[in-house]
């Protein structure tokens, strides 16, 4: 297999299936242990934390468009924490709570939101670890064409899982 820069690329899809295969076994998996928490404070943290990915994302885009590349790199670095930080409370959340089902007026928006944050989510994973890696090995034509790709969806799923929030949060 082909490094993607500082990682090996088995490196790479490794950690990706191994997240993939955490959030699959916690949605087909019964509850593991039980959080004496509300059960909405966990998704609203997590809103948060999208919210404030997306925020940190566009000052990383906007830090690097400017020149300004250790600024740059210490946002995509908070962005990354970020993500970990969303993933630890997800799976928190997803192993004490059952899911919630959508009983608005709009599901058709919810389900689209929901099932193209989570594919996207998915996806992202890969790309995020192989955009750092180049960056890491200073290969930064190679940096530049995926993260073309990275970013735009890194801020899709960021949003979205905003508003896949705000629409469930009243059925919580």
Not at 26 to 45: A, N, Q, T, V
Not at 127 to 148: G, M, P, Y
């Amino acid at each position: 297999m082909r490094s993607t820069g500082s990682l090996p690329a088995w490196s790479v899809a490794l950690i990706s299936l191994v997240l993939l295969g955490v959030v699959a076994l916690l949605y087909l998996g019964p509850e593991w242990f039980s959080l004496s928490l509300d059960k909405g404070f966990l998704p609203r943290i997590n809103a948060y934390v999208n919210g404030s990915t997306a925020l940190v994302l566009v000052a990383a885009f906007l830090a690097v468009r400017r020149g300004n590349i250790p600024r740059h790199r210490m946002l995509m670095l908070v962005a990354l924490g970020l993500s970990v930080l969303f993933l630890v409370i997800y799976v928190l959340q997803h192993s004490s709570f059952p899911s919630t089902s959508y009983a608005g007026n709009w599901p058709t928006l919810y389900y689209f939101t929901l099932i193209s944050h989570i594919v996207l989510a998915a996806v992202i994973v890969p790309l995020v670890l192989i955009t750092l890696s180049r960056a890491l090995a200073q290969r930064f034509d190679k940096h530049r064409r995926i993260a073309r790709i990275t970013l735009p969806l890194w801020l899709y799923v960021s949003v979205s899982g905003v508003v896949v929030y705000v629409m469930i949060s009243p059925f919580y």
